[in-house]
């Protein structure tokens, strides 16, 4: 059951929380209560376009009616991604507010909506809807910025670290390192690892979750290093597979050899 009922989705011009005792306005309007797009295993983050398939009806319900509150959507993620309707309680508390720029129609007769995250938003509360899809009330969420020499050192790590990855793994073009080199803000470069470098989605909803900048680098950097050594086994590893074939073929054709001089 959701706490109270709603029916409309009034635009309004609302605050977020930043140091205590104090708000920050909002750069641009946002509606202050918001219809819910489920997430299985993509998370979203800000500043990021991401495509959300819409495979389903009600998935192009939720698209059509943000589509009528001027575009915006709260991606959240579900807990589970094996619940096929999710409820309140099936929801990680913090999203992203979302704005869909475009949908695109797709040849098997699905449709793909290109979402650009604006900011992280937590839950205040689910409203009860007429319509078959769960609203939320939502507080944005201001990050609270990385500073000092350990802000400046997880930041400088982090970059490395990323570009080692990008070096050892093949699943990496050189365009990710170009983009690494240019990212100047410690909270963004955090967002870009978890959308393109981190695999789990309960570890992706870590960093989305972490809205101290300085503890969103640490997340990040451990998670980047951890990948960073399991794309150095790899490669160590397919070294080995590579010498042992390249030595059974050697034996093989030596093998061969003896047999015709004999």
Do not use: C, W
């Amino acid at each position: 059951m959701y706490p109270e009922e709603h029916d409309g989705l009034p635009v309004a011009s609302i605050t977020v929380e930043g140091e205590p005792g104090k708000a920050l306005a909002v750069t641009q309007q946002l509606p202050d209560t918001i219809v819910v797009f489920p997430l299985r295993r993509a998370v979203p983050f800000p500043n990021l376009m991401m495509p959300v398939l819409l495979d389903s009806e009600r998935a192009r319900d939720i698209i059509a009616q943000a589509e009528a509150q001027r575009g915006y959507v709260l991606l959240l993620v579900q807990r589970d991604p094996e619940i096929e309707e999710p409820g309140p309680k099936d929801f990680y508390d913090v999203g992203v507010v979302a704005r869909i720029l475009k949908v695109l129609k797709l040849p098997d007769g699905n449709a793909t909506a290109m979402a650009q995250g604006i900011t992280r938003a937590r839950v205040v509360r689910f409203l009860r809807s007429k319509r078959p899809m769960l609203v939320a009330r939502v507080m944005p969420l201001v990050d609270i910025p990385a500073s000092g020499q350990r802000g400046a050192a997880l930041f400088r790590a982090l970059q490395d670290n990323l570009r080692h990855v990008v070096e050892a793994s093949e699943q990496y073009g050189p365009d990710f390192s170009t983009a690494v080199l240019n990212i100047e803000q410690p909270e963004q470069l955090a967002d870009f690892t978890g959308s393109y470098f981190v695999k789990e989605f309960e570890s992706r909803q870590r960093l989305l979750s972490a809205i101290d900048v300085t503890e969103r680098l640490e997340i990040a950097l451990e998670l980047v290093m951890k990948e960073l050594e399991l794309a150095r086994l790899g490669n160590r590893i397919q070294e080995e597979i590579r010498e042992k074939t390249e030595k059974a073929q050697k034996d093989y054709f030596l093998r061969e050899q003896i047999k015709i001089i004999r």
